[in-house]
């Protein structure tokens, strides 16, 4: 028999991106930006004034998708790129005064593209649904480095922790 792709798990978590991805481009269209470019004004408003390097890490992306980002939201006058003190082969980037405003009509877009994500959900479905997403997103990422912040999350403390916790295997990267 056929494996059934439609009812396995990362079928539906490929939908499930593929919708979250199409109306939180809606919401980003109404405050000008593209998708992508929201998580770079909010990575600087996390820590202004980080290299190329740092924010291609930050955003899992590779440096010429940065360059080419931090180039259309400069050209927007959000961000602004400046050559390092320290090293003058480095340019930072920051936040204009006009990308911090942008920042939180990102978040007004997130709060409401959460709000429609979640609906129909309770709390502890919602919980839930973040813990399991987590342990996904682990188990298919190429490093078993841990976000801090998820880890520290206290209202998913609260769960069970009866479901089978899945052992991460690096795989080899070629340098």
Do not use: C
């Not at 996390?46 to 080419?68: F, H, Y």
């Not at 930072?92 to 005064?97: I, N």
């Not at 919602?126 to 998820?150: A, F, V, Y």
Request: hydrophobic residues 40%.
């Amino acid at each position: 028999m056929a494996f059934s792709y439609k009812k396995s798990v990362t079928f539906r978590l490929l939908q499930a991106a593929k919708a979250q991805r199409a109306r939180s481009g809606g919401h980003l269209m109404r405050i000008g930006l593209h998708p992508g470019q929201e998580l770079v004004l909010k990575v600087l408003s996390d820590g202004d004034g980080r290299t190329m390097s740092q924010l291609a890490l930050a955003l899992g992306v590779q440096p010429p998708t940065v360059t080419k980002m931090v180039t259309r939201l400069s050209a927007q006058g959000l961000v602004r790129r400046q050559v390092s003190e320290t090293d003058g082969r480095l340019a930072r980037v920051f936040l204009t005064d006009e990308g911090r405003t942008r920042v939180l009509s990102v978040d007004k877009a997130w709060k409401r593209l959460e709000k429609e994500a979640i609906a129909g959900l309770d709390d502890k479905d919602r919980k839930k649904l973040r813990k399991l997403l987590r342990q996904i997103e682990k188990n298919l990422s190429l490093t078993t480095e841990i976000d801090p912040e998820l880890d520290n999350d206290t209202d998913v403390d609260d769960l069970d922790e009866e479901a089978p916790v899945a052992t991460v295997v690096p795989l080899a990267v070629e340098a």
